[in-house]
């Protein structure tokens, strides 16, 4: 037994204890607070700030996590980290959210009126804001809640109110009447990227458009006859040879009897349908532009809600999808319609509320932009691009942006940043400024709020104190070094901010954009609240600890890949923190009150100290390396087999033999390592599992008031010793090889029996001699036999390892053919793996391009592999004669 001492670590693994009042400590000690007066290099990250609507779900936790990782990281580098938090007010989400909670009272925002409206969704944010910081605490995020910012407070306002002003004047933002996208159930306009398509079954409805002069009729099709009732033409392909001769013709449209020309238009595809196509310029985008060329009517046939209004006739008042029905039957019964095709096609649905979307006439406004993409896709030509990673959706950014359209930015909502427009009630005049002109009376201010993504466009610079020129914060902290977001929002949100950008601070608003993917159910489904099968973060962490879905949500996978959720992988991270945990219990138990000054790692040290320390460089080196390229993924397999394998399974067990001898320097060397490599692993950890990795530093011998805080570790030369590590590597191979054969052939580990080990050379004989303590502690051989040349003592099994060969004479346990079988796979298994080496060597690009080190590896490996190859056919050989 080891000499253990008490310790204030429990006995137990419970994230839910140690978790408890961390987060506010963290918070009392301004860990997380940045320095602007101090000298060191600026790190900042804005968060992408969530909708104040509520509940964080997976995705936020992803996101989040992922920040946390890189600021605590840099943090610890010796970086001044920003990591400024915030939120969004989300205008259309909040809005219909409150509208909900009135009328459960049966009360009407138009009851309350615009300023009361207002003041209950401010009430509304307040509550919810609480939420969701809850929620970032219970996630443990280092934010800096001291600049934490809201996209529609004083100073965000205003800076909304100076990128509006200037691009109006600029001429890039503009107000005109044109086809948006319309939702009927919110009764507001939506950009382009609001509106989500999806396959639905309709029809085509074939109809005869009779020619005025009652000579014939002209067939067209649409899959929306409700809006036949605002048709101003008909249009043809000018060289038709069809219908060339009834260019400049009229034809009588059905229901409403109005007289409307027969126009030659290039837009028309001869080949798709009648090649002729009904016209209706104030409910279609493309017939809209038709109608310019030609100069023709628009006429709107609904109303706002979607119900048809005075203009659809008989059919004034009635729902769209209703009147739909009845002019089918009215247009069937008249002889018009004269076929139903069914049809499935993509039709536009609302993001927020879901309804379908109606293309809609309307004034509206708008930003110019094509002059601001041009600019954005500049950049990404010159060093001072923003890096894509991966790097593949710089391709789908630059897509949308070389086919943008211009962005329609107001909505008819009563929350968000109002329009600084009025309009002159006499002149009809418009102003445009800060503030409302000096003769306010006289003006009536825009109705209508800004687009959620126009003031959210200018989070990198509005947030640090733009448009303010001397803010010390804003040349210090800009621009920031990191977006993290999903591949989902690139149109949405990272585009706009990329344009906005260099529109009014000249340069990239971030350094690099991190894209991750969706959290997908374990099925692969996309989580939603119609199926049922969303998770709940914060019922994760009540379960499992912060740590553990951190953890798993920011290594499972890869750069812009999706991510499988999955409990039992959460479960299985839960295993390795209690793994974790207990190593750390032991190590402090066995520390003996070590204090930090007295760690040495100076004296003589076993194969096994020279060989955690040199795994703990390497795994440094691997951590750091991978971390900045947003390699988290691989830096957790790095992590977990190092601190798994490594350091639990290996050292942990094999410090037990110094912890229970008695050469007390070899015990003081012990504590030493164990505390040194303990101290580093929580460190590279930390950024990962926060909370755990507190805990434990804390009970460590350690400098300095919180692991948050602390150094991050770096690569010590002086402890790296390869040759020890070799020869560590070696006894591992020949003690997992040994319980190998024991398992198969079921003797138990406490049975002695024969190990014969017959080593290559005088080196690897000095290293098995010199280590032989370890050899009879964990394969508990009896006899123990080292030497060069030794033969295959009768029946035995073998084992083929790096520089040497096994031998366990296990007399009547063993059964010949079932061995040569084994050996007959190994021998395969070799055979491949020279195959593979030698494929890589004889490709003369891996040879030419690898470094010189690489290809010395592989050279090595297959010399490695050959030698294994050729003992196991020689052993195949033996067993012939047995």
């Known amino acids: ?144 809640y001291s600049r934490e910012r809201f996209t529609l407070d004083e100073g965000l306002s205003n800076a909304v109110k100076e990128v509006f002003v200037k691009l109006y004047n600029k001429k890039l933002i503009y107000r005109g009447e044109y086809i948006i996208n319309w939702d009927p159930a919110t009764k507001t306009a939506l950009s382009d990227i609001e509106v989500i398509h999806k396959d639905v079954q309709g029809a085509f409805y074939h109809m005869h458009y009779p020619l005025a002069d ?16 605002g048709d101003t033409a008909v249009a043809v392909h000018p060289e038709d040879e069809r219908y060339k001769h009834l260019i400049g013709k009229t034809v009588m449209l059905p229901i409403v009897n109005r007289e409307i020309p ?29 109608g310019n060329r030609h100069n023709l009517q628009r006429i709107l046939v609904m109303n706002e809600d979607g119900t048809m209004n005075r203009n659809a006739g008989i059919y004034d008042g009635m ?54 993409a041009e600019e954005a896709i500049k950049l990404q030509e010159t060093e001072g691009k923003v890096n894509f990673v991966p790097d593949r959706f710089e391709k789908t950014y630059l897509r949308w942006m070389e086919n943008v359209h211009d962005w329609c930015i107001s909505r008819q909502l009563w929350w968000g940043h109002r329009i600084p427009a009025w309009y002159h009630k006499e002149t009809g005049e418009i102003y445009v400024g800060h503030e409302a002109p000096a003769d306010a ?3 009536d201010q825009d109705n209508d709020v800004l687009d959620t993504w126009f003031s959210s466009a200018l989070w990198p610079f509005s947030t640090l104190g733009w448009p303010d020129g001397e803010n ?74 912060a740590d553990s879905l951190r953890y798993f949500l920011s290594t499972g996978s890869s750069p812009g890949q ?14 390795f923190a209690n793994k974790i945990w207990n190593a750390s219990r032991f190590a402090l138990m066995n520390m003996d009150g070590l204090k930090f000054e007295e760690i ?44 798994w394998d490594d350091f639990c399974d290996w050292y942990i067990e094999m410090s037990k033999l110094p912890l229970n001898g008695e050469d007390e320097e070899a015990k003081l060397m012990t504590r030493s390592v164990l505390a040194y490599v303990l101290d580093n692993t929580m460190r590279l950890l930390h950024p990962f599992m926060p909370f755990i990795t507190e805990e434990i530093w804390q009970n460590l011998p350690h400098e300095g008031e919180s692991i948050t805080v602390a150094a991050w570790p770096t690569v010590n030369e002086s402890l790296s010793n390869k040759e020890e590590a070799a020869s560590m590597k070696l006894l591992a191979e020949i003690i997992r090889s040994v319980r190998n054969i024991r398992s198969e052939v079921q003797t138990p580990m406490s049975k002695k029996v024969p190990l014969y080990i017959s080593a290559k050379d005088a080196d690897t004989l000095a290293v098995l001699e010199a280590n032989a303590k370890y050899l009879d502690r964990f394969c508990n051989p009896e006899p123990l036999v080292i030497g060069q040349g030794i033969e295959a003592p009768g029946q035995s099994m073998s084992a083929v390892v790096t520089g040497a060969v096994l031998y366990l004479p296990l007399q009547g346990l063993i059964d010949i053919d079932a061995e040569r079988a084994r050996l007959e796979k190994e021998l395969e298994k070799w055979a491949k793996e020279v195959k593979l080496v030698q494929g890589k060597l004889s490709n003369e690009r891996f040879v030419s391009k690898a470094p010189e080190a690489v290809v010395a590896e592989e050279r090595a490996k297959e010399q490695d592999y050959r030698e294994k190859h050729a003992i196991v056919l020689s052993r195949i050989e033996e067993l012939k004669n047995i």
């Not at 419970?14 to 607070?33: A, H, M, N, S």
């Not at 999706?562 to 295993?575: C, F, G, I, M, P």
């Not at 003589?604 to 988290?632: C, G, M």
Request: hydrophobic share 35%; glycine share 8%; aromatic share 12%.
């Open 1 to 144: 037994m080891t000499n253990e001492q008490p310790t204030t670590m429990p006995t137990k693994y419970d994230p839910q204890t140690i978790e408890k009042g961390r987060y506010e400590w963290w918070l009392e000690g301004k860990f997380f607070e940045a320095h602007p007066e101090s000298e060191k290099e600026p790190y900042t990250i804005v968060i992408p700030p969530p909708n104040v609507t509520g509940k964080l779900h997976l995705g936020h936790a992803w996101d989040t996590a992922l920040q946390d990782i890189m600021t605590r990281m840099k943090r610890m580098q010796g970086y001044d980290v920003l990591w400024l938090p915030g939120m969004d007010h989300a205008g259309i989400a909040t809005q219909a959210k409150v509208e909900e909670k009135l009328r459960a009272e049966n009360i009407s925002r138009y009851d309350l009126g615009r300023e009361k409206f207002v003041e209950e969704t401010w009430k509304w944010k307040e509550e919810y804001a609480g939420h969701i910081r809850t929620q970032w605490s219970k996630l443990g995020l280092g934010l800096d």
């Open 214 to 229: 009652g000579t014939g009729t002209i067939d067209v099709a649409t899959t929306r006859p409700e809006t036949m009732l």
């Open 262 to 290: 027969i126009v030659g238009d290039d837009y028309v595809d001869m080949e798709f349908g009648s090649g002729a196509v009904k016209i209706t310029p104030a409910h279609d985008p493309n017939d809209f532009e038709i």
């Open 319 to 372: 729902d769209r999808f209703d009147c739909r029905k009845k002019i089918v039957k009215d247009l069937q019964d008249a002889g018009i319609l004269f076929k139903i095709e069914d049809h499935l096609h993509s039709v536009g649905h609302s993001e927020r509320s879901g309804a379908v979307v109606e293309p809609y006439l309307s004034t509206q406004w708008f930003v110019k932009m094509q002059p601001l």
């Open 441 to 443: 009376e006289n003006w």
């Open 472 to 545: 010390e914060e804003f040349k210090k902290y800009y621009p920031t070094n990191a977006l993290v977001t999903g591949y989902d929002i690139i149109f949405f949100w990272v585009s706009r901010m990329i344009f906005q950008g260099i529109e009014f601070t000249g340069t990239r608003p971030f350094d690099d954009v991190l894209i991750h993917g969706l959290v997908r159910a374990e099925d692969g489904r996309k989580m939603s609240k119609s199926l049922g099968n969303g998770i709940d973060p914060m019922d994760v962490i009540d379960q499992y600890g």
């Open 562 to 575: 999706d991510l499988r959720y999955s409990t039992e992988k959460v479960e299985a991270v839960w295993n």
């Open 600 to 643: 040495n790692l100076d004296g003589k040290k076993s194969v096994a100290d020279a060989w955690i320390l040199t795994r703990l460089n390497e795994t440094i080196e691997q951590v750091t390396r991978l971390s900045e390229r947003y390699e988290f993924g691989e830096v957790g397999r790095a992590l977990y087999n190092f601190i």
